[in-house]
């Protein structure tokens, strides 16, 4: 599966209000949960049609209306029909291959984002585009896939947290979003923990594996900043929004996830600078040990080039060599290589060369 949005060329010239699934089929069966509550009642419910919706309409409570699975067309259509949404809300949660964004309409709000979880199987990011429509008394999520990222929040309701039992769907809705954001931090954590560790591997053992591993973790790390960097302009544009369905006090939450946010971004351009300056210390220290090599054979070359003028001089074919016929020169010239390469090694030495 691609890892990055490519247009489909049969998605050229279509309307962009058409209801259209964008996307990749991730479950079967399209599921519809029901969550009920205020501060003194709760109740949750599986339901099978859009119809059995209309009934929390017109309360006084919250009701988070959950959709797992976004490719069954019909159901779209009757949730646009039963809120009496504009044509483009349905169209755009239906898009899942787009930018985070937030889209005031008339009667409800739409924000889109993205979220993150590590593969438990082989560690790898997976990246689902989540959808929530903001209305009156009603708050309607839209996953790819069926999860358990929120229930955290379904439990905070159920043990009748106060503040989440008395708030109202804005405030479930800076709920959600508050799970989506830590767990961008999770994952940048998890991240963070291998590029440390691999830092220390780096320095004892540098080789073609750690060259590896650093390019993958980029690529990583790509991947999310390419996903944390639109989701943290969408949510400084909902703290900065004006909108009925959103009271003051929950405005605050809202800029508390600007700092989150700004956390994980942050987080992620750090890492990827440490893997930059990783990246660099690989190929300083391979050059490193390669110039120890060079400066080795180097020295080993420039040490025998006397030695072997001196050999080159007596193994010539002349007859008239006076030194050939003396008992001593065999000793002689040894002891003049020897000397003469002991003399090369101590200048070196001196001059730092060793």
């Not at 949005?5 to 399209?30: A, C, H, N, T, Y």
Request: aromatic share 10%.
């Amino acid at each position: 599966m691609a890892r990055y949005s490519k247009k489909q060329k049969q998605e050229i010239g279509q309307s962009p209000d058409e209801l259209i699934f964008r996307g990749e089929k991730k479950i079967d069966q399209v599921l519809l949960r029901i969550i009920n509550f205020d501060a003194n009642s709760l109740s949750e419910d599986s339901i099978q049609t859009v119809k059995e919706i209309s009934k929390y309409q017109d309360e006084t409570t919250v009701t988070w209306l959950n959709i797992d699975g976004l490719h069954n067309l019909a159901i779209m259509d009757q949730i646009t029909e039963a809120f009496d949404f504009d044509s483009m809300v349905m169209a755009e949660v239906l898009n899942t291959e787009a930018r985070p964004k937030i889209i005031d309409y008339d009667n409800c709000t739409l924000i889109t984002i993205k979220m993150m979880q590590q593969d438990p199987k082989n560690g790898s990011i997976m990246v689902e585009n989540l959808s929530l429509i903001l209305t009156k008394s009603v708050l309607i999520t839209f996953q790819e896939n069926k999860g358990d990222v929120f229930e955290p929040v379904r439990e905070r309701i159920r043990k009748q947290k106060k503040r989440i039992r008395n708030g109202g769907t804005d405030y479930l809705t800076f709920a959600l979003l508050d799970i989506v954001v830590d767990n961008y931090l999770y994952v940048i954590s998890l991240l963070g923990e291998k590029v440390e560790t691999l830092e220390e591997n780096l320095l004892i053992n540098p080789n073609q594996d750690v060259i590896n591993e650093i390019n993958n973790y980029k690529r990583e790390l790509n991947f999310i900043r390419r996903n944390i960097k639109p989701a943290k302009e969408m949510i400084f544009s909902l703290a900065k929004m004006e909108s009925e369905l959103i009271t003051e006090s929950t405005y605050v939450h809202f800029k508390e996830l600007q700092d989150n946010i700004s956390q994980a971004s942050d987080s992620s351009d750090s890492y990827r600078e440490i893997l930059s300056d990783q990246l660099n210390i690989y190929h300083t220290t391979i050059s490193s040990k390669l110039n120890d090599i060079m400066k080795f054979l180097t020295v080993f070359s420039v040490v025998f080039i006397p030695l072997t003028f001196i050999a080159g001089i007596y193994g010539t074919n002349f007859d008239n060599v006076p030194e050939l016929h003396y008992q001593y020169s065999y000793y002689i010239m040894w002891g003049v290589m020897l000397l003469v390469a002991f003399s090369m090694l101590i200048y070196f030495r001196r001059k730092k060369w060793l």
